[in-house]
């Protein structure tokens, strides 16, 4: 069941800049690299649901709720 209010993420700066290298690392597996671009789209200040995020990324909105959930709850 979808949630219908997608959980708000707040990064700290040396967290930010650690998602931020992964991301644009070239060494980085494709699927770690997407899971970071979700959190830091996730953290904007603009607060998008997980719809805008898979538009903005190209994948499943699925996908971008897991991921989002998981570094809430797991970090």
């Given at each position: 069941m979808p949630t219908p209010i997608a959980p708000r993420i707040i990064l700290a700066q040396n967290d930010r800049a650690e998602l931020q290298t992964l991301s644009r690392a070239h060494s980085?597996?494709?699927s770690?690299?997407?899971?970071?671009?979700?959190?830091?789209?996730?953290?904007g200040g603009d607060h998008p649901s997980n719809l805008q995020i898979s538009r903005d990324l190209g994948c499943n909105?699925?996908?971008t709720g897991?991921?989002?959930?998981?570094?809430?709850?797991?970090?």
């Open positions: 980085t597996p494709q770690l690299a997407l899971r970071a671009r979700i959190v830091l789209r996730a953290s909105n699925r996908t897991k991921w989002r959930r998981r570094y809430r709850d797991l970090g």
